[in-house]
């Protein structure tokens, strides 16, 4: 890349001398941490011993939480999560955490022990991520939920790679990476259309050299790709959207928002040693309940379901519900446990005749389906397994249903298929982890 080009100058002869002062103090500043970074980087290099690189990398994040030095938003998020995924990978050197391993699986979800919660459902997400779960003592700890919560917030940047500089040049000398990214970004501002001070350098990494930087105010990136091409051109590099240190870009959206708040381990069980069924519900309306043999159960909150609770009791008053199970895809528990289930897309029973509560004939329709066995939801596919250090696991929903509104036609029957056509109907109140033997 060339110097400054003549329209550039031409631009700035236009503006105010105001205009050009915060110009600068916004370079200035930009380009002030990005050396600070790469110095940061070079100490935890050269530090030998795991102890003082988790000192080092502590120090660095405690920097970033001090309001006096002068970042965006953006570089500070970007910054501390870079950190935080670094002094997990240091602290999984030293002897201050233990990995969790798949047995601790049977503990129960306790207060003071929410690293464990749900290991199978994050332990996925978090080796996508190329993450490891770890559980630290308090004192080395780097705070496991923020770590987990920060990759569900927004963390979109343009990450730009090129040949056209060596990544040893753009670190070793600062007049060469000063002028180098000042050009680069009057190209960004130009090609985009927006404030110099808008373009934020977020980081420089190896890999030929690639810089990674957001453009403030501007959200819409995957519908601009004719400027990130007139920007390839303009740079002579590639340059791709990158959610901040993960690949899977479909994480961005989902994240994890699975809280201590949303379970009540009071109701956490296992069913070795039961019969296989019992008679439960009203008088008038008894039905067989399978027990869910050889699964984990882990206890929902139900308070957002009111105060009257005689829909869960087990005494069969005429309100009880009736208990089915609904296998999902890992990737749809977080938003089944915060929010409802949902009608699916596979209604292969929707134009089925059955016969409803008051006796008269409709059709099924579309709706929720449901097992009255754990067993079928996993064999059947509903229950898509997980595969984890060669153990396969699957999660199930234990629910309640309204039992007036419970659709079944007799080929359903055979296939012990339940469904129910709303969700305010359904309520899911335990959610179980079954290992595929």
């Not at 550039?8 to 200035?28: C, H, M, T």
């Not at 030095?69 to 997990?88: A, F, G, H, N, V």
């Not at 129960?108 to 490891?132: C, G, H, P």
């Not at 987990?148 to 753009?170: H, K, M, P, S």
């Amino acid at each position: 890349m060339s110097n400054p080009s003549l329209i550039f100058k031409q631009q700035n002869a236009f503006k105010s001398q105001s205009e050009i002062v915060l110009s600068k103090k916004s370079n200035d500043d930009n380009f002030s941490f990005i050396q600070h970074n790469i110095q940061s980087q070079i100490k935890l290099k050269n530090t030998q011993t795991i102890k003082d690189q988790i000192e080092h990398l502590q120090k660095e994040i405690v920097f970033l939480d001090e309001k006096s030095i002068e970042i965006s938003e953006d570089q500070r998020k970007y910054t501390k999560s870079k950190l935080k995924l670094q002094l997990m990978q240091v602290l999984s050197q030293s002897e201050h955490v233990q990995t969790i391993k798949i047995p601790q699986i049977n503990q129960n979800i306790e207060i003071n022990n929410k690293e464990l919660m749900l290991y199978v459902l994050k332990e996925t997400l978090a080796r996508d991520q190329n993450r490891e779960i770890l559980m630290t003592d308090g004192i080395h700890s780097c705070g496991f939920d923020s770590i987990i919560g920060a990759f569900g917030q927004d963390q979109q940047c343009l990450r730009f790679r090129t040949t056209n500089v060596q990544y040893e040049q753009l670190i070793s000398d600062v007049m060469v990476r000063e002028q180098y990214l000042l050009n680069f970004k009057e190209n960004v501002s130009k090609i985009y259309n927006v404030p110099l001070s808008d373009v934020i350098i977020l980081d420089i990494t190896k890999g030929s050299s690639v810089i990674s930087f957001k453009i403030q105010n501007k959200t819409d990136l995957l519908n601009d790709l004719e400027s990130m091409k007139f920007l390839e051109k303009n740079c002579n590099g590639q340059v791709d959207i990158h959610n901040y240190f993960v690949e899977c870009n479909n994480q961005k959206k989902s994240g994890i928002g699975i809280k201590p708040q949303d379970f009540d381990h009071r109701y956490n069980m296992v069913w070795d040693g039961f019969k296989d069924f019992e008679l439960r519900g009203p008088s008038d309306k008894r039905y067989e309940y399978y027990f869910p043999k050889g699964c984990q159960g882990f206890g929902l909150n139900i308070d957002k379901y009111g105060k009257d609770q005689n829909w869960i009791k087990m005494n069969g008053n005429k309100n009880e519900w009736r208990i089915l199970y609904h296998g999902t895809k890992n990737e749809c528990v977080k938003d089944i446990i915060i929010s409802h289930l949902k009608p699916g897309q596979r209604n292969q029973y929707s134009k089925y005749q059955c016969i409803n509560e008051e006796g008269e004939i409709v059709k099924v329709g579309t709706g929720i389906y449901f097992s009255d066995k754990v067993e079928v939801c996993v064999n059947d596919g509903y229950a898509t397994p997980i595969d984890i250090n060669g153990r396969k696991f699957s999660a199930i929903f234990m629910t309640r249903v309204n039992p007036k509104k419970i659709r079944q036609s007799e080929s359903m029957k055979q296939s012990r298929y339940f469904v129910v056509n709303n969700s305010e109907d359904v309520r899911q109140y335990r959610i179980l982890i079954y290992e595929q033997k």
